[in-house]
């Protein structure tokens, strides 16, 4: 098996700002941009402790 060139901080760091973009465009179409918004930090937030306390960088 191959090992993948994108290592899974690198998709966490790169999912933060993918999921407030996507809650600013699905808020802003539909009119629900709070509600969008407190989404994706809470999914942010979710990303955050998993890349802190679960997945933590080892060296």
Same mark, same amino acid.
């Given at each position: 098996?191959? *090992?993948?060139?994108?290592?899974?901080?690198?998709?966490?760091?790169?999912?933060?700002?993918?999921?407030?973009?996507?809650?600013?465009?699905?808020?802003?179409?539909? *009119?629900?941009?709070?509600?969008? @918004?407190?989404?994706?930090?809470?999914? &942010? &937030?979710?990303? @955050?402790?998993?890349?802190l306390?679960?997945?933590?960088?080892? *060296?």
């Amino acid at each position: 098996m191959v *090992e993948p060139d994108i290592a899974y901080p690198d998709a966490v760091l790169t999912s933060i700002p993918l999921t407030l973009l996507t809650a600013h465009i699905v808020g802003t179409a539909f *009119e629900a941009y709070t509600i969008a @918004m407190a989404g994706a930090l809470v999914v &942010c &937030c979710l990303l @955050m402790l998993d890349t802190l306390f679960w997945h933590a960088p080892v *060296e």
